[in-house]
């Protein structure tokens, strides 16, 4: 769509605005905004003002680094929590998925992605010294805990961090960085089992998935 | 996805504000909220003004109901336009779309809409009346014109309004609504040629479609 073909500035501009959004094209920008055109003012200023005040208003989690509307999240300020247990994550949204599972009473550390090269993505851009400090600080507060780090899941340290990173290349990356970092303290570090998904059939499955799970395969409990 | 999972009610409502757009569900709008959380906050209020500003502040041409940043749009104020050659059509995009084939060089009609009971929109939500007006007042500024109105394009009328609506029951309904309206002026109306794309296969071509451009075939001009 040519510059000069279309009816309004503001038109242009809403629409150049709109497409810097991830996944929506040019198309789409176009669309939505003549769908904001014809609702109510108010609707569009709601959406304004909601868009401005999360980038502005919201804060992040001292300790987690979870977005939150308070300085510490209603995860890690839930004492019924299990604090010794950190789960850590790439993104907000992670957190969310798990919490929609119901099945996780830990806390959590939330990276703010994952190590990417190609991206210009390293370690320092994500929360990893918060999450080393963080480690350190639960470790000096149990002087019981003795163990180094392993990877043994039967052994029960005091302190689990489980990495619950990406499958591809920047999550498996990023994990091993962590485990160099964490690895002078003694806690036990563990990942998220992989393999073919819950009601899977064999025939749809990669050859990946499908060569990791038949490795990893496990005792039969009828 | 419940609402007491949100981590942020700051969260929530951006997510619930963006999940109003057309083909945005909660998914989606989770992940652009997540997106513009990571962008720099005058991005943010940047798209957030653009839109409001789109909303409230943008034209329409008092002539063709065309958006425009001024009360007659560049299209009507264009002198070098055949001002009696009207295409009428349902919105704003249409123009747009017309427009870039650059094939055109009359003026519009943006109806707003298509007459649609199912959705209650009736020919009284649509700009049918200016229309009506409209083409009253150009004929009675041609008092040469007597011609009841025709379907032959062959004859050339002063005044010529192309009904270039969809092609759906809407889009025909509005079609022959506008035809009745515009049946005691000494207008040339005309339509669209429908028929296979240019360049398309008729294996791929639906029944309809082919069925109608067999019905409508023209002489071969090679």
Do not use: W
Not at 80 to 93: G, K, L, N, P
Not at 113 to 131: E, H, M, V, W
Not at 133 to 155: G, H, I, M, Y
């Amino acid at each position: 769509m040519l510059r000069e073909r279309y009816p309004s500035k503001l038109l242009e501009d809403a629409v150049e605005a709109i497409g810097t959004l991830p996944g929506v094209g040019k198309r789409s920008a176009m669309r939505l905004a003549l769908h904001l055109l014809r609702q109510p003012s108010e609707n569009v200023h709601h959406l304004a003002d909601a868009l401005v005040h999360l980038r502005d208003d919201v804060k992040y989690c001292s300790t987690c680094m979870m977005i939150s509307d308070a300085d510490t999240c209603s995860i890690c300020a839930d004492a019924h929590r299990d604090h010794r247990t950190i789960c850590v994550v790439e993104s907000v949204r992670d957190v969310m998925s798990i919490e929609n599972t119901g099945q996780y009473n830990g806390v959590y550390h939330v990276l703010g992605g994952s190590i990417s090269p190609i991206d210009g993505i390293g370690p320092s851009d994500l929360t990893i010294s918060a999450l080393v400090s963080r480690v350190e600080s639960l470790c000096d507060s149990d002087p019981s805990a003795s163990l180094r780090v392993t990877n043994d899941v039967e052994k029960s340290p005091s302190l689990e961090v489980i990495l619950a990173l990406g499958g591809d290349v920047e999550g498996e990356t990023t994990a091993f960085y962590i485990y160099r970092q964490l690895s002078r303290f003694p806690v036990k570090l563990t990942t998220l089992a992989r393999g073919l998904g819950f009601g899977d059939d064999l025939e749809y499955a990669d050859e990946v998935t499908l060569g990791r799970s038949l490795a990893a395969r496990q005792p039969f409990k009828p």
